[in-house]
């Protein structure tokens, strides 16, 4: 039998939604600031982020990030444990050296952990505190403490994690670089804490490149080894970047560093054709057997099936109204994922994809490029608004059809899905109304969490 | 001391109120060492630049500020908006006041839905050139998109460092966009303690729009200044004929405006309405009720009789409190039993932990120590019937252990160690998944009116019923968990051991 090939599709023109310039307003935020990234340092088992700002920064960044963001918990020690200067009145008058020195001091006295990062909020970025200097003073006396500049208004937690993470890799990582390990690979993928399921999905794509017969530095997350991990960042035989765009700063980084080689897929693998096609090309990359990953994707690809199967039955005769068209909001890596998995797996096509994480403007065309093509008969135009006036309008402007939409969003998009009567998955910051543990949404086991999540949505309304 | 209007910014805490964070002692001595405060305390005593020692620690966890009360309040009026003029990172408190606020509507029977606020979005190139006319755009953009009754704009240590002239943007703004534009001073940096935020809405809001030339005094119209709880005081106000008009939060405008019209204004925590409360009298002659707050029999007894007593009502405030005693006694005689030995601990703003302890002794429940976020010596009534702490002590008893941090895990974890308790009531995030780490179970009070009134105690009973019974959850996550403090510092009995070492004497630094 053969398949009469759909006609491309395209959203039509961008809708125009922006009644405000690029860096105007924001009105309901999808990222914090560039301080937000203390979250990155949380989510390297034992690590401890320090930060040089005023009192309630901290408390914002993790509190939005790790609380009320599928309550996901703060990291080594919990929420409220990162030491910082609290600055007052007097910091901003006398400068804050020296109650950074003092804090710093008394951290390394109190606390338990084999890494502290300090981060800069914006009261020492703007007053000018030589913060380098003072945590030069620490690391001549063999403290492992680095220093990262996020004040808040220099840019997001997304640009503010590869500051942190080069900080990272230059400061407290690469001092003995040793030889280079074949089979040891360092994975760049989801952004800690912003990315709700990143727990889940490192934990799967961990285990995934394990079978096909890879080490991998997870880096972040519990199945991390925490800084032994970061310390044999240079050992590795190249760099795993799993994002449009993030990660890619830092992969080039290292090639430069350390001339190693990096593999940059744009497209975070959900499902079994993604999945599969993921580890033939990295095990390409690793020049690992193709016998040896095609033993691993079968048996994967086995199991997989087997539930897909299972589950077509309720997908073929379930009568009540399941959603076809979907709009999609988030995060480039997230919405161009799981956009893919929609398409490719379910056969859903995209009404609206709206990313918010502020794009660095020399990534967007090949992010406008890989929705073009998220299949051989579907593409669609991304925008690019992180105003939510902006990305409602957007949403509010496309067409869903005849049946309810749904929508891949945020707890900003829940009144809207509402409003439209559709169906909403919170898969992005902030995602208030998940509980999230262990779950995640990549390979081939997040594949069929997401298809559970999907579905049991869609068939609640009647229940 | 009045309360200056006229000045666009409230005056700080640690200013106005002699504010501390840090200290640590018998409730006792605390209550006696802020009796200067109240001009009570005999000759030699007070007068200007008397302080409460405070002690100051060297080591310092991430606190909260002034600019996040600011906003979760005002994200959390109905039909105004808020303005952020701030970096990003300071919206990312839209998370938390948006959980606020959805269960706040559901609270009161509205529907839930989403905060809208708007970051003016600053960056690096707003730094050095000024972020004034990002502010206009922003306002403009708020006020054009959603069409509110009022806007609110907050500032932050950003722009209270590059010295934006928010005044006159919000001046102009006002004039041109003819809704109040409220301008809160709020930069974290200013005060120690996040408390301030409320003052600093709240001056805004009597600057901007409460009603400054007032229709006809309401004669059955109460102010309750309240936060997110459920509406307990309008049942509460109709036994006695009145009516509440709950503010600030989940308000509307129109009911915040009408605060000048009020009979009378009452609160169930003055570390939160005090300010509000004062200068509403001060300037619109609207009585601000000086009783204890309305926790456990005394203090509830002793509330609705100033109340009653405000507003001409004291036959059926004595009918009423007599039919509650005869229908709650006996409840709480039941839970007494239930409770008998239970040791409880209390953590949340000052004002209020004064009213919880006292709830909870009603409940016959041990509360050997307590800590409170900062302590006011006085509030802005400078009325000693407001001493919520001495109320405490005198009606109920000291506190052995009653100490004041402004929410520090590190000293948490030595304060519940010292007190060992069953449980904890805790407001505020991140001290609880500590005490889960010990093994003790916490009622976090997301509902602020829970313990309120006679009906209160039973609420708050029962809560701790339920929560006693999971403590099989962190007795069980207890056996495998690890702190990120080094062995010396778990060991270490006191507390407040580093800021003693720190001070140049060892009675504390005077500040």
């Given at each position: 039998m053969s398949i009469t090939p759909l006609q491309v599709r395209r959203s039509g023109p961008t809708p125009v939604v922006a009644d405000v310039p690029e860096e105007g307003p924001i009105e309901q935020v999808r990222y914090a600031c560039a301080l937000g990234a203390m979250q990155t340092v949380a989510a390297i088992p034992r690590a401890i982020p320090i930060t040089h700002c005023g009192p309630g920064c901290a408390d914002k960044q993790c509190g939005a990030l790790a609380f009320n963001n599928a309550y996901q918990g703060g990291g080594w020690g919990g929420l409220g444990v990162a030491p910082s200067t609290n600055a007052t009145q007097r910091e901003v008058i006398f400068g804050g050296e020296n109650r950074l020195r003092e804090l710093v001091t008394h951290t390394l006295d109190l606390m338990e952990a084999d890494l502290f990062v300090v981060l800069t909020g914006c009261i020492p970025d703007l007053i000018g505190d030589d913060v380098p200097a003072v945590v030069k003073e620490f690391q001549a006396k063999g403290a492992p403490v680095v220093y990262a500049g996020t004040g808040g208004f220099r840019g997001n937690n997304y640009t503010g994690h590869e500051v942190v993470t080069r900080a990272i890799i230059d400061q407290f990582a690469s001092a003995d670089a040793g030889p280079r390990e074949h089979g040891l690979v360092n994975l760049w993928a989801p952004l800690p804490y912003q990315d709700p399921f990143w727990r889940g999905d490192l934990a799967e794509l961990k285990r995934l490149l394990q079978g096909i017969g890879l080490r991998v530095n997870v880096l972040f997350g519990p199945g991390s080894a925490g800084v032994s991990e970061w310390r044999a960042i240079p050992r590795a035989q190249f760099n795993l970047v799993l994002s449009p765009w993030l990660g890619l700063a830092t992969a080039?980084?290292?090639?430069?560093?350390?001339?190693?080689?990096?593999?940059?897929?744009?497209?975070?693998?959900?499902?079994?054709?993604?999945?599969?096609?993921?580890?033939?090309?990295?095990?390409?990359?690793?020049?690992?057997?193709?016998?040896?990953?095609g033993a691993f994707i079968a048996a994967e690809e086995r199991d997989y099936y087997g539930y897909i199967e299972a589950f077509s039955e309720f997908y073929s005769q379930y009568r009540w109204g399941l959603p076809a068209r979907f709009a999609a909001i988030g995060d480039a890596a997230t919405t161009l994922s799981i956009s893919s998995f929609a398409?490719?797996?379910?056969?859903?096509?995209?009404?609206?994809?709206?990313?918010?994480?502020?794009?660095?403007?020399?990534?967007?065309?090949?992010?406008?490029?890989?929705?073009?093509?998220?299949?051989?008969?579907?593409?669609?135009?991304?925008?690019?608004?992180?105003?939510?006036?902006?990305?409602?309008a957007a949403i509010r402007g496309a067409d869903f059809g005849r049946k309810p939409p749904l929508i891949f969003g945020t707890t900003w998009e829940?009144?809207?899905a509402k409003e439209l009567r559709g169906f909403i998955l919170e898969v992005g910051f902030p995602a208030s109304y998940e509980v999230v543990l262990s779950r995640g949404y990549a390979g081939y086991r997040g594949a069929l969490t997401l298809i559970e999540r999907i579905y049991t949505t869609a068939i609640s309304r009647s229940a | 001391m009045a309360i200056?209007?006229?000045?666009?910014?409230?005056?700080?805490?640690?200013?106005?109120?002699?504010?501390?964070?840090?200290?640590?002692?018998?409730?006792?001595?605390?209550?006696?060492?802020?009796?200067?405060?109240?001009?009570?305390?005999?000759?030699?005593?007070?007068?200007?630049g008397q302080r409460i020692c405070e002690l100051e620690s060297p080591f310092s966890q991430g606190s909260t500020c002034s600019e996040q009360i600011a906003e979760s309040q005002a994200s959390n009026v109905r039909d105004a908006v808020l303005v952020q003029h701030s970096p990003i990172g300071c919206a990312a408190g839209h998370i938390n006041s948006?959980?606020?606020?959805?269960?706040?509507?559901?609270?009161?029977?509205?529907?839930?839905?989403?905060?809208?606020?708007?970051?003016?979005?600053?960056?690096?190139?707003?730094?050095?050139y000024g972020g004034a006319e990002k502010l206009r755009a922003t306002i403009k953009a708020a006020v054009k998109r959603h069409q509110p009754k009022a806007v609110f704009v907050a500032t932050s240590c950003a722009t209270g460092i590059i010295g934006d002239d928010v005044e006159s943007v919000v001046r102009d703004c006002e004039d041109e966009l003819g809704v109040p534009v409220v301008a809160m001073y709020c930069e974290g940096f200013k005060s120690k303690h996040w408390s301030s935020g409320f003052d600093a809405i709240q001056h805004g809001v009597l600057r901007h729009v409460v009603k400054p030339k007032p229709g006809p005094r309401q004669d059955n119209l109460v102010n309750i200044i309240v936060l997110w709880g459920s509406d307990v005081f309008t049942p509460m106000l109709a036994e006695l004929g009145l009516e509440a008009n709950n503010i600030l939060t989940v308000a509307s405008v129109d009911e915040i405006a009408r605060a000048s019209e009020a009979a009378a204004s009452a609160t169930f925590?003055?570390?939160?309405?005090?300010?509000?409360?004062?200068?509403?009298?001060?300037?619109?002659?609207?009585?601000?009720?000086?009783?204890?707050?309305?926790?456990?029999?005394?203090?509830?007894?002793?509330?609705?009789?100033?109340?009653?007593?405000?507003?001409?009502?004291?036959?059926?405030?004595?009918?009423?409190?007599?039919?509650?005693?005869a229908r709650v006694r006996p409840q709480i005689e039941r839970l007494r039993e239930r409770l008998k030995g239970v040791r409880g601990y209390v953590a949340m703003g000052a004002a209020y932990a004064h009213g919880v302890i006292g709830v909870l002794r009603e409940l016959g429940v041990e509360v050997p120590g307590s800590l409170v976020f900062h302590h006011d010596p006085v509030y802005d009534s400078h009325d000693v019937r407001q001493d919520t702490l001495g109320h405490m002590i005198d009606a109920y008893g000291d506190v052995e252990h009653f100490s004041i941090s402004n929410r520090q895990p590190y000293q948490f974890y030595n304060l519940l160690k010292r007190s060992d308790p069953d449980f904890i009531i805790i407001r505020h995030g991140g001290l609880a998944g500590l005490a889960s780490r010990l093994g003790v179970p916490?009622?976090?009070?997301?509902?602020?009116?829970?313990?309120?009134?006679?009906?209160?105690?039973?609420?708050?009973?029962?809560?701790?019923?339920?929560?006693?019974?999971?403590?099989?959850?962190?007795?069980?996550?207890?056996?495998?968990?690890?702190?990120?403090?080094?062995?010396?510092?778990?060991?270490?009995?006191?507390?407040?051991?580093?800021?003693?070492?720190?001070?140049?004497?060892?009675?504390?630094?005077?500040?």
């Open positions: 080039q980084h290292l090639e430069d560093k350390f001339g190693q080689p990096y593999l940059h897929l744009p497209v975070p693998p959900i499902g079994g054709r993604q999945t599969s096609e993921f580890l033939r090309q990295v095990a390409a990359f690793a020049g690992i057997p193709d016998a040896q990953a398409v490719r797996q379910l056969g859903l096509v995209p009404a609206v994809v709206v990313i918010t994480d502020n794009t660095p403007p020399e990534h967007r065309d090949a992010i406008r490029a890989a929705f073009a093509k998220l299949d051989h008969d579907v593409g669609i135009e991304p925008v690019f608004a992180e105003d939510s006036y902006a990305v409602h829940r009144d809207l | 200056n209007l006229r000045s666009p910014s409230a005056e700080t805490r640690e200013q106005r109120l002699g504010t501390i964070t840090s200290w640590d002692g018998p409730a006792s001595r605390l209550a006696n060492e802020s009796a200067f405060s109240r001009g009570d305390c005999g000759p030699g005593c007070g007068g200007k948006n959980a606020f606020f959805r269960n706040g509507l559901m609270r009161r029977g509205l529907a839930p839905r989403n905060v809208t606020g708007l970051s003016s979005n600053l960056i690096e190139r707003d730094m050095i925590c003055y570390s939160v309405g005090g300010y509000l409360g004062a200068a509403l009298e001060e300037q619109y002659g609207v009585q601000e009720i000086k009783a204890p707050q309305p926790y456990g029999f005394d203090g509830t007894d002793a509330w609705l009789r100033a109340l009653a007593k405000a507003t001409g009502r004291e036959e059926r405030a004595e009918a009423y409190i007599a039919r509650e005693h916490a009622i976090a009070l997301g509902d602020a009116s829970t313990a309120i009134g006679y009906q209160g105690m039973i609420d708050l009973g029962e809560e701790i019923v339920d929560a006693l019974a999971q403590r099989k959850f962190h007795q069980d996550l207890a056996g495998h968990t690890s702190l990120p403090y080094k062995q010396w510092w778990l060991d270490q009995a006191d507390p407040y051991l580093l800021a003693r070492q720190n001070a140049p004497q060892a009675a504390g630094s005077r500040v």
